[in-house]
């Protein structure tokens, strides 16, 4: 199966290996979930141990693509260490920043300037995004697209002006499996039904919409990472007044390693 890369979901190149960046993916919810439990078989006796393992584990929210085949990702002395293929991947730590952005908004009726400060996260890794081309699509044209998109910005108003990027780099990835019997996700996601099995992680969240101001949720939703059965890949978009939140996202076919 032929997926194009870059998309919505994001991922991050937050490792390297003897070639560089590395594609990567979201860390599988229960191959998170077998290293807690190594780790509390590895440092049954040393509490400290445990408690830096299980921190660094937790913060493993990516991992090489490469290594969602054949997993090799053990822990010594409190480092998570990757191989996988071969070679052995480095996790170069933290992803990005929060900062505060300086900004202002104009007054169209009184000529008058109110200044206001927006949150944000600021990248220091190459980020990846998903998407899939459709058959006999232009990947030339895909690009063009994205370049465009990365000067006007991914979400907030014309004010806001935040989300900008460059796109270094556009290309297809090859994955070698066209079913299984789970997915991983690449993206949040509502499930239509109440019940989902899986090794799933779950967040209750929200989402302002404006002109006209609407609130949709707070709502429980699946995060990326998590890995559903493929009889419940069955998922919801939210729409409001002038408002859609896409909750279906991408996902590739997945083995579970860990029972789910």
């Known amino acids: 199966m032929t997926t194009a890369l870059t998309g919505f979901p994001q991922c991050t190149m937050a490792f ?14 229960d191959l998170k979930i077998q ?23 937790k913060k493993l929210a990516y991992i090489p693509l490469d290594c969602l085949y054949e997993p090799d990702v053990d822990v010594d002395d409190g480092a998570v260490r990757v191989r996988c293929g071969g070679r052995e991947y480095r996790h170069v730590g933290d992803y990005g920043v929060r900062v505060g952005i300086q900004r202002n908004v104009l007054g169209r009726v009184f000529n008058n300037a109110d200044t206001y400060r927006v949150a944000a996260f600021q990248p220091i890794v190459d980020y990846v995004l998903y998407f899939t081309l459709r058959e006999g699509a232009d990947m030339g044209r895909a690009r063009t697209a994205l370049e465009v998109l990365g000067k006007v910005g991914i979400g ?45 992680n779950s967040i209750v969240r929200g989402w302002v919409c404006s002109n006209p101001f609407y609130v949709m949720g707070p709502i429980s939703i699946l995060t990326d990472g998590s890995v559903v059965h493929r009889d419940y890949l069955d998922f919801e978009t939210l729409t409001g007044p002038n408002c859609v939140k896409r909750l279906d996202p991408l996902w590739l076919w997945y083995e579970t390693r860990y029972q789910c």
């Open 16 to 29: 390297t290996g003897s070639g560089g960046p590395v594609l990567t993916v979201p860390m599988p919810i």
């Open 35 to 57: 290293l807690l439990d190594l780790v509390s078989k590895k440092y049954v006796n040393d509490y400290s141990k445990i408690h830096t393992a299980i921190k660094r584990i």
């Open 156 to 200: 907030g108003e014309r004010s806001v002006g935040l989300g900008h990027f460059t796109v270094i780099d556009v290309s297809t990835i090859d994955y070698p499996w066209d079913s299984g019997s789970h997915a991983l996700l690449l993206g949040t996601a509502l499930p239509r039904r109440s019940e989902v099995i899986g090794c799933v």
